[in-house]
Nanobody, 120 residues
Framework: QVQLVESGGGLVQAGGSLRVSCAAS????????MAWYRQAPGKQRELVAS???????NYADSVKGRFTISRDNAKNTVYLQMNILKPEDTALYYC??????????????WGQGTQVTVSS
């Protein structure tokens, strides 16, 4: 009923930039918080950044000053601009959204993940 589709991952050299996007579609009444998580091999999934519908943001300490989360409420899309990338940023990046559907209940949705690989 609802899909989150990520795009924009890839391979980049250390110090470079990438932007990933996540678009929500389907039976959506509204979207509350949106966020990006990441999971590196052998590690737990961790929160990278989140943004409320009112555009308040929160970042993991490891990405503050380098990553910027933003959203376009009209397009049901969230973005993550990643600058000054480091090899330790290599991970599968997942989009998460708390979506209010037409039954007016909130549901938690995840994207399928997009790979970001930073070479040294």
């Amino acid at each position: 009923q609802v899909q989150l589709v990520e795009s924009g991952g890839g391979l980049v050299q250390a110090g470079g930039s990438l932007r990933v996007s996540c678009a929500a579609s389907g039976r959506i009444f509204s979207i509350n918080d949106m966020a990006w998580y990441r999971q590196a091999p052998g590690k737990q999934r961790e929160l990278v950044a989140s943004i409320t519908r009112g555009l308040n943001t929160n970042y993991a300490d490891s990405v503050k000053g380098r990553f910027t989360i933003s959203r376009d409420n009209a397009k049901n899309t969230v973005y993550l601009q990643m600058n000054i990338l480091k090899p330790e940023d290599t991970a599968l990046y997942y989009c998460n959204a708390k979506i209010r559907q037409t039954d007016l209940l909130y549901y938690d949705y995840w994207g399928q993940g997009t790979q970001v690989t930073v070479s040294s």
